[in-house]
C-alpha cells in the first residue's frame, strides 16, 4: 500500500488550491480515505472521510463547508480543495486510508501548504 | 472527545512509560494509537484497544474499554521518543484524535 501525496504549495491568501493523494497497492474503491490536519506544532485534526466507491463523504462540523473532498476513480487518486484559502489554512495535510480496522492504517507522506499572511 | 494524559512525559531508554486516554462517552474497544517522529506522517501502532498493527514491536501494548484506555511501551528505545496520540472512529466513520503526548528523554 502506498498513498504519494503531491508536493508542497506556497499559495496567496484568496486563491483556490487542490492537493492530491495518489493510491496503490491495494482495492482503491472498496476503503475509506481520510485527510488529516496539523498546524505548525500542533496536533492532528481529522478533517473528513471519503469512500471512493461512491463518493459518500463525512466532514468534520470544523471542515464542512470550508474544503472538498474528492476522488477519481480512473486514477486512484484522492483529492483535497480550497475555494478560498485563508492564512490559517497554513499546515500540513496528511491523506491516510482505513482498511483492515477502524484506524488510518496507512498515511501519506503529507502536504505543507503554505498561504502567508 | 478524547483527553489524554499526560500531554509531557520525560523518561529514559529503559524505562516503562503509560500514556492515558480517556473518552467522553463510552467507544467500545473502538480505539487506536498513533507514534510520531516529528517531520514524518503518524504511524499506526495498535487499533482496535489492543491489537498491535503488523511490523510494530511487542515492547508497545494496548489495554481499556469502554471510556479508559492506555498505551505502554515497555524497555524504552531511543526511536520511541515522539509524540503518540489516540483516535476514535465512530460507526458512521467520524474520527476524533486526542491532542497528543509527547515524550520526550529525560
Known amino acids: 500500500v502506498q498513498l504519494v501525496q503531491s508536493g508542497a504549495e506556497v499559495k496567496k491568501p484568496g486563491e483556490s488550491l487542490k492537493i492530491s493523494c495518489e493510491a496503490s497497492?491495494?482495492?482503491?474503491?472498496?476503503?475509506?480515505i481520510g485527510w488529516v490536519r496539523q498546524m505548525p506544532g500542533k496536533g492532528l485534526e481529522w478533517m473528513g472521510t471519503?469512500?471512493?466507491?461512491?463518493?459518500?463523504?463525512r466532514y468534520s462540523p470544523s471542515f464542512q463547508g470550508q474544503v472538498a473532498m474528492s476522488v477519481d476513480k480512473a486514477t486512484e487518486t484522492a483529492y483535497l480543495q480550497w475555494r478560498t484559502l485563508k492564512a490559517s489554512d497554513t499546515a500540513v495535510y496528511f491523506c491516510?486510508?482505513?482498511?483492515?480496522?477502524?484506524?488510518?492504517?496507512?498515511w501519506g507522506q503529507g502536504t505543507l501548504v503554505t498561504v502567508p499572511s | 472527545q478524547l483527553t489524554q494524559s499526560p500531554s509531557f512525559l520525560s523518561a529514559s531508554v529503559g524505562d516503562r512509560v503509560t500514556i492515558t486516554c480517556r473518552a467522553s462517552?463510552?467507544?467500545?474497544?473502538?480505539l487506536a494509537w498513533y507514534q510520531q517522529i516529528p517531520g514524518t506522517a503518524p504511524k499506526l501502532l495498535i487499533y482496535a484497544a489492543s491489537t498491535l498493527q503488523r511490523g510494530v514491536p511487542s515492547r508497545f501494548s494496548g489495554s481499556g474499554s469502554g471510556t479508559d484506555f492506555t498505551l505502554t511501551i515497555n524497555d524504552l528505545q531511543p526511536e520511541d521518543f515522539a509524540t503518540y496520540y489516540c483516535q476514535h472512529f465512530s460507526s458512521n466513520l467520524r474520527g476524533t484524535f486526542g491532542q497528543g503526548t509527547r515524550l520526550d528523554t529525560k
Open positions: 491516510a486510508v482505513k482498511i483492515a480496522a477502524r484506524a488510518f492504517d496507512y
Open positions: 471519503i469512500y471512493p466507491g461512491d463518493s459518500e463523504t
Open positions: 462517552q463510552g467507544i467500545g474497544t473502538f
Open positions: 497497492g491495494y482495492s482503491f474503491s472498496n476503503h475509506w
